[in-house]
């Protein structure tokens, strides 16, 4: 059975930085495309950066420059840092397959990030 847990997540000041961890358990391939979504209240889901095997990486405009996606296969991690924050970047946070979830309408528990002075 797949599990995503994800950390990190905290209050941080605008202009702050934050490192946000996804650990992936079960029968799950390790160099699957992965993705890290938000959702801030009120809104939709959306993505915000993708890792397709080792180092391909994407990102939504709207961090492309402040967010950093990673992953180490040996752990089954996948990585998000964040620097530069903004208070408009403030959402839960979740990891999942791109570009459909790893297991159908299954996500975690997410973690909420909050920017504000």
């Known amino acids: 059975q797949v599990q995503l847990v994800e950390s990190g997540g905290g209050l941080v000041q605008p202009g702050g930085s934050l490192k946000l961890s996804c650990v992936a358990s079960g029968k799950i391939n390790r160099f699957a495309d992965m993705g890290w979504y938000r959702q801030a209240p009120g809104k939709q889901r959306e993505l915000v950066a993708v890792i397709r095997g080792l180092r391909a990486t994407s990102y939504d405009d709207s961090v492309n420059g402040r967010f950093t996606i990673s992953r180490d296969s040996a752990k089954n991690t996948v990585y998000l840092q964040r620097n530069s924050l903004k208070p408009e970047d403030t959402a839960v946070y979740y990891c999942?397959?791109?570009?459909?979830?790893?297991?159908?309408?299954?996500w975690g528990q997410g973690t909420q990030v909050t920017v504000s002075a």
């Open positions: 999942n397959g791109y570009p459909r979830t790893i297991v159908a309408g299954y």
